[in-house]
């Protein structure tokens, strides 16, 4: 998710993007820290440290332009009331 138009205010869209930061802390994004974090400055290994950034480049694509702006955008505000409780209930 962005940071900057406020799709996070809706209580739905603030849960999932806590729990996806936190999954994706705990996967995706040590997984890519890892590979960048033991790069061999004076000798990298460039296939590996190239498939970390196109990971993290899809990664930060589908926060920044996926799903959850464009529900902001399409869905009004008495759908997200609708949502919330039905996707409480869910969990």
């Given amino acids: 998710m ?5 799709c996070r205010q ?3 869209i603030g849960r999932l993007s806590a729990e996806h930061e936190a999954i994706t802390d705990a996967a995706e994004h040590d997984d890519i820290h890892g590979v ?4 061999d400055r004076t000798a990298p290994d460039w ?7 196109d990971r993290l ?3 930060v694509d589908n926060e920044e332009h996926g799903l959850f702006p464009a529900a902001v955008i399409a869905l009004p505000i008495p759908a997200w009331d609708r949502i919330t409780p039905a996707a409480d209930a869910a969990r």
């Fill in 47 to 53: 296939p590996p440290v190239l498939a970390a950034l």
């Fill in 36 to 39: 960048l974090g033991a790069v």
């Fill in 10 to 12: 809706f209580p739905l």
């Fill in 2 to 6: 962005c940071n900057y138009c406020g």
């Fill in 57 to 59: 480049h899809r990664h």
